[in-house]
């Protein structure tokens, strides 16, 4: 099993849509989590982080489940420049070393 | 917010040159950087972590002889790609960490090209 798994899409959706994300880890000692956005021959970008009270920014909506150890990402009303590739992120403890996990991505294309 | 800088941004040179990526953070103090590489349409992977005054960590298949990483300040590390040939070609992408529960702040990435 990966440490974290994601569906890797695409997701084709159109404008307006809702779309939700989802993704899973193994390791449940890990601290935090966090959803990155990486656009096409770009670097990630820190999209947000996800806490257990869920987390709202704007159109877009982060919650984790620990007892589930599952992860979401919803964005509501989507436009043409969400299409991107969504990485879900997840930081260990410290037996771990704090070790990093990325996904290995979901693609969104947004469809006018 | 968090701002990483990676210089240059683009690199084409010869077969056997060393080419140095500089990667820092501008705004905080990075405890913990690393060096990712990713090919095309791939995830990114992780090449190696390195903590302020001491040796890198890399991930396994990462030759450290020829990724040369030096982390002296905890605003900057660098990753010397020494006598660089063709099939090192890809995108590097440094990232910087201000604590363990922290996420990672990426630099724009260096696009280097060995002709």
């Known amino acids: 099993r990966k440490e974290v798994e994601q569906d890797p899409g695409p997701f084709n959706v159109p404008e307006g849509a809702t779309v939700a994300f989802n993704c899973t880890y193994s390791?449940?000692?890990?601290?935090?989590f966090f959803w990155y956005r990486q656009d096409c021959r770009k670097e990630p970008k820190l999209l947000m982080s996800?806490?257990?009270s869920g987390n709202e920014d704007g159109r877009f909506t982060a919650q984790l489940n620990r007892a589930s150890q599952y992860i979401s990402l919803l964005i509501r009303d989507s436009k043409l420049s969400d299409s991107a590739t969504y990485l879900c992120?997840?930081?260990?403890?410290?037996?771990?070393?704090?070790?990093?996990?990325f996904g290995a991505g979901t693609r969104l294309f947004v469809k006018a | 917010g968090a701002v990483v800088s990676q210089h240059p941004s683009r690199v084409i040179c010869k077969s056997g040159t060393s080419v140095k990526i500089e990667c820092r953070s501008l705004?905080?103090?990075?405890?913990?950087m690393f060096w990712y590489r990713q090919f095309p349409k791939q995830s990114l992977m992780l090449m190696a972590t390195?903590?302020?005054?001491?040796?890198?960590?890399?991930e396994q298949g990462v030759e450290k002889d020829k990724f040369l990483i030096n982390h002296a300040s905890l605003t900057l590390s660098t990753l010397t790609v020494t006598s660089a040939h063709p099939e090192d070609s890809s995108f590097y992408i440094c990232?910087?960490?201000?604590?363990?529960?922290?996420?990672?702040?990426f630099g724009d990435g260096t696009r280097l090209s060995i002709l």
């Open positions: 990232s910087a960490r201000g604590g363990e529960g922290q996420p990672q702040h």
């Open positions: 992120v997840v930081n260990g403890d410290r037996i771990g070393g704090f070790k990093t996990i």
């Open positions: 705004d905080f103090q990075a405890t913990t």
């Open positions: 996800v806490y257990s």
């Open positions: 390791n449940s000692a890990s601290q935090s």
């Open positions: 390195s903590n302020e005054g001491s040796k890198a960590t890399y």
